[in-house]
């Protein structure tokens, strides 16, 4: 049989260390070696504009998930060289091992070695040497456009909404670029400023408010999207727009923030005045609650993730104002009301102190009580059935995802074991956050199998009306963190309608279920949740009270 082949292709995102080694250069190069080896070439990946200094690339893993699979269509991969699938010393012979495991080599044009210990040391080495010039490529990328951005020239990226970019002329070979002002875009941004400063009358104060009548007046984004208050903020709070653009802000691979040292000032046209810049920002600092003297906010807040608004169905998020006397209050609000303006949902907002006293009451005077859950179990006895399809379904996804996380284990220890890796900090954090996450599947496993084999028949009521009575102490007197992870663990979802007064909780039958027949019911706070959809009983939704 004709040996089989598979070309991995890639250029970086950093193309001008690219740009003598196109992707085409890269196959026609792969195909004629195979050619003169006598390789039949039965699949190409192509991976334009993704760096080699991570495996998250879409076309490197799938080669890695066709390769892994039980029937691999190849049994070679061909590289130009060892940096076009890694520029990562450990990454590349991790890669490498993984393959060799189903008998699959690999092959790089430019760097032949052999496979025996002298070829997978000059391997090795040449990786290093790969990962030293990447960094050391990186760096000296970073000073030009430290300095290129000190002369006013745009280092690429989409520019803020109000600016575009323009051709500046060329300096040596290239052709230098800068920002100028989008007068269609700069006209709504100098809109806004004087929304928010009241410079003009007729126009709405406060962010929301401003993104609220912008959406109205039928002004869209770039994208031709509606507004949403946190470009608005966006705007209001970006230097760029009183003259000063900072460049290196961020860390582009992980999104956060840089120390200000690290920041480069980049001078540009201003759309507004740096007077009004600072006038805006010393009202958002005035108006922040957080900046108030008040009590502290800063506890968990208990139904965020669960509440949702019954007519968009977006998630209802924690809001915070001002009343009289600078008192601050917090309510939960339509997050797409709040974002985006009455335009996309007109929304729905109920105290926050309110609504959680009453979804604690419901649940302890409602839900848990001994009654009603023996009514709920009978129910899920009936249907127990019908569900072991779904449940077997999530137990195999459940073991697909632990023995993934069992291999990951294992390659680390392998490469600890032959001196591929040393065990630093940061493999113990991965090494650590892959055990919790074996634990947990295990656990999950556990509890998705367990409902299905338990009889309910030795659920006797003093089993129920001790639980009820545990978890009513708890939900009543605990702390809030305690009180958030107990409700989570049976809750999934509550539905706030306000037009209609009516309030809907949905949580996990088979979480109940695995509660009641723990080992010890009397700590429901101990159990994990798993299967989704507990339809709860007409009597356990509840109008809230005028």
């Known amino acids: ?206 962010v929301k408010a401003t993104t609220d009548w912008l959406n109205r007046q039928g002004y869209r984004t770039r994208q031709g999207r509606t507004f949403s208050t946190g470009l608005t903020y966006r705007i209001l709070t970006g230097e760029t727009y009183a003259g000063t653009h900072w460049f290196n802000k961020t860390d582009s691979r992980t999104g956060k923030t840089k120390g200000k040292s690290h920041w480069v000032s980049m001078p540009c046209p201003a759309i507004i005045s740096e007077e009004t810049f600072k006038a805006v920002k010393a009202q958002l600092s005035a108006r922040n609650p957080k900046t108030a003297n008040s009590r502290n906010i800063s506890s968990p807040t208990l139904l965020t993730g669960l509440a949702k608004c019954s007519k968009c169905g977006g998630a209802m998020m924690l809001r915070t104002g001002k009343g009289q006397g600078g008192k601050i209050y917090s309510y939960y609000t339509c997050s797409t009301a709040a974002l985006k303006g009455k335009i996309e949902c007109s929304g729905q907002s109920v105290p926050m102190d309110k609504l959680d006293r009453l979804i604690v009451e419901q649940l302890t005077d409602q839900v848990f009580t001994p009654k009603h859950v023996a009514e709920l179990l009978a129910e899920l006895n009936e249907k127990k059935p019908a569900n072991t399809k779904a449940i077997n379904s999530d137990i195999r996804k459940l073991q697909s995802d632990l023995d993934d996380t069992r291999k990951r284990l294992d390659r680390l220890y392998l490469s600890i074991e032959e001196g591929i890796t040393e065990l630093d900090e940061d493999l113990k954090t991965r090494i650590g956050g892959l055990k919790s996450k074996r634990e947990k599947l295990n656990s999950d496993i556990d509890i998705a199998k367990n409902p299905s084999s338990i009889p309910m028949e030795i659920l006797k009521p003093k089993h129920i009306d001790r639980f009820c009575e545990a978890f009513r102490k708890t939900v009543l007197k605990a702390d809030k963190p305690i009180q958030k992870g107990l409700i989570n663990l049976f809750i999934d979802r509550i539905t706030v309608d306000k037009d209609n007064s009516e309030i809907t909780i949905t949580g996990s039958n088979d979480a109940l279920l695995a509660a009641l027949t723990a080992n010890d019911a009397s700590a429901p706070e101990k159990v994990r949740r798993s299967v989704r959809e507990w339809c709860p009983r007409r009597d356990s939704n509840s109008r809230p009270p005028d």
């Not at 690219?18 to 039965?42: F, M, N, T, Y």
């Not at 879409?58 to 061909?78: C, E, H, K, T, Y």
């Open 1 to 206: 049989m004709q040996p089989r082949a598979a070309i991995y292709a890639r250029v970086s995102t950093t193309r001008q260390a690219e740009r003598d080694l196109s992707i085409p250069d890269q196959l026609a190069q792969a195909r004629k070696h195979a050619k003169a080896k006598g390789w039949v070439v039965v699949k190409e990946y192509v991976e334009p504009g993704a760096s080699g200094t991570t495996a998250n690339r879409p076309l490197f893993q799938q080669m890695m998930a066709d390769a892994q699979g039980p029937d691999s269509p190849f049994d070679r991969v061909i590289v130009h060289s060892f940096s076009r699938l890694f520029r990562d010393a450990f990454e590349l012979e991790f890669t490498v091992r993984s393959l060799r495991k189903k008998d699959i080599a690999l092959v790089s044009i430019t760097q032949e070695t052999e496979d025996d210990p002298m070829g997978h040391l000059v391997r090795q080495v040449l990786a290093l040497f790969d990962e030293y010039q990447s960094k050391e490529t990186a760096k000296h990328t970073l000073r030009a456009m430290k300095e290129n951005a000190r002369q006013g020239f745009w280092n690429g990226s989409v520019p803020s909404y109000g600016y575009k970019v323009v051709d500046a002329g060329i300096r040596g070979d290239k052709m230098k670029r800068k920002l100028a002002i989008n007068e269609i875009e700069a006209n709504v941004v100098r809109l806004i400023y004087d929304s928010y400063t009241g410079a003009k009358t007729g126009l709405p104060k406060g």
